[in-house]
């Protein structure tokens, strides 16, 4: 059993280039989410999925979107990346409709030149 | 707006010295507080969550609803204690957490 799995594990990317950080999870969780992790912000959530088919907002939304097709996967694209995205992405999941125990990714560090 | 502020960005103490990491927050609700660790290298993980009551790796964490606190405590520092800490609260019903700033431990030998 995988649990959750990202990739790439880092990227580094011209700016204004299209790039999607993928996230895959068989633990059959509902709820999944994409947080970014800076220093000195700690962790800030970007967008989230509560079930398939369904996506939210976080507190930093702007400038990406996510698509929740199926249970298992939750892809974070980035339109037209920008230096302010470098920072390091995390996915988790978590059951019981996000009511639970947060499951985390390793991690992608992404960074736009 | 719900809200949680850890007030250290970086705490340092001596191996089998007391560790306090402070964790407060603002809701409204019932919240539901969690503690989560990131060991260098490692991805985030659960430490403990306040309904269980629960300890782990010697670290226990009280809500007081009174203070509006959640700070995680253990008695006697380890060097393998050395990570970030963060404090989250999940807004009951919302599916969403919100996490501090986190805390970055440092154990000295």
């Known amino acids: 059993i995988a649990g959750i799995t990202q990739a790439p594990t880092s990227q580094i990317l011209a700016a204004g280039r299209r790039m999607t950080l993928r996230c895959t999870q068989d633990m059959r969780h509902n709820a999944m989410y994409w947080y970014r992790q800076d220093l000195g912000l700690g962790l800030r959530l970007i967008h989230y999925s509560n079930t398939a088919g369904t996506t939210g907002k976080g507190e930093v939304p702007d400038g990406y979107s996510v698509s929740r097709a199926n249970t298992d996967d939750f892809p974070l694209t980035l339109a037209s990346a920008v230096p302010s995205q470098t920072s390091v992405y995390f996915c988790?999941?978590?059951?019981?409709?996000?009511?639970?125990?947060?499951?985390f990714g390793p991690g992608t560090r992404l960074t736009v030149l | 707006a719900q809200r949680v502020t850890q007030p250290e960005k970086l705490l340092s103490v001596f191996k089998g010295a007391p560790v306090e990491l402070k964790c407060n927050y603002s809701?409204?609700?019932?919240?539901?507080l969690f503690w989560y660790v990131q060991y260098s290298r490692q991805r985030l993980q659960l430490l403990l969550r306040?309904?269980s009551r629960e300890s782990i790796k010697g670290f226990t964490a009280d809500l007081n609803k009174g203070e509006t606190s959640f700070h995680l405590k253990k008695p006697f520092a380890q060097e393998e204690d050395s990570a970030m800490y963060y404090c989250a609260l999940l807004k009951s019903g919302a599916g969403k957490s919100t996490f501090g700033d986190g805390t970055t431990l440092t154990v000295k030998p």
């Open positions: 809701y409204s609700g019932s919240p539901e």
């Open positions: 988790a999941s978590s059951d019981a409709g996000g009511q639970d125990t947060q499951y």
């Open positions: 306040h309904i």
